[in-house]
């Protein structure tokens, strides 16, 4: 298994600011991903976060809202700029050790509230 | 284009009754099928693969390809089983696409 730690756990922010939003794991995975979860919805996913290299983004998800960072293989950063309240959302880290048709692993999620 | 649905967002039976949570998929390959579990106050963990075809705290799902379904089933639904199910699809590369989810409530 891995255990994933992610932070901060919720957050409520001002329109117009950025939050960044931090993924560590116990061991080093080959994947990481990003998910957003907007109330009612189904996850959905933002990127994978690629270690050395830029992330591969979803259709309707852009670096420069959602900037990530993957410097090694235990740990990734997912920021949401320039927020407004359609921002406001469950954000969830991932990782797989193969891909995502093998187990995927969870964070406990990051609730944000934008104001 | 790929797409699961869970035409249910709540479901509520009696303790002992059998249950069977309902996830239908669009896609034009050879999906592979996944049920995701969360139960209160935890996170988001596997439950189920399709081809694993194992049965997981009771719970089994079969694929239809027929029918493009890939149900969820337990013949005797206990209290602990009481948590938010999703269905997922993996059609390639790395996206897992998840229905809506299923509110479980388990009656006692």
């Known amino acids: 298994s891995a255990v994933i730690s992610q932070k901060p756990s919720r957050d409520i922010c001002q329109r117009g600011t950025s939050l960044t939003i931090q993924c560590q794991v116990d061991s080093q995975v080959t994947m990481m991903f990003w998910y957003r979860q907007q109330p009612g919805q189904s996850l959905t996913l933002i990127a994978t976060?690629?270690?050395?290299?830029?992330?591969?983004?979803e259709s309707g998800f852009v670096i420069d809202k959602f900037p990530i960072s993957r410097p090694n293989l235990t740990f990734s950063t997912l920021t949401v700029s320039n927020m407004s309240p359609e921002d406001s959302s469950i954000y969830l880290c991932?990782?797989?050790?193969?891909?995502?048709?093998?187990?995927?692993?969870f964070g406990s999620g990051t609730q944000l509230s934008v104001l | 284009a790929q797409r699961v649905t869970q035409p249910e967002k709540l479901l509520s039976v009696f303790k002992g009754a059998p249950v069977e949570l309902k996830c239908n998929y669009s896609?034009?390959?050879?999906?592979?099928l996944f049920w995701y579990v969360q139960y209160s106050r935890q996170r988001l963990q596997l439950l189920l693969r399709h081809i694993s075809r194992e049965s997981i705290k009771g719970f089994t799902a079969d694929l239809n390809k027929g029918e493009t379904s890939f149900h969820l089933k337990k013949p005797f639904a206990q209290e602990e089983d009481s948590a938010m199910y999703y269905c997922?699809?993996?059609?390639?590369?790395?996206?897992?696409?998840f229905g809506t989810g299923t509110r479980l409530t388990v009656i006692p």
């Open positions: 896609y034009s390959g050879s999906p592979e």
């Open positions: 997922a699809l993996w059609g390639g590369a790395n996206n897992l696409f």
């Open positions: 976060a690629n270690q050395g290299s830029e992330a591969t983004y």
């Open positions: 991932s990782v797989s050790r193969q891909g995502p048709n093998e187990k995927l692993f």
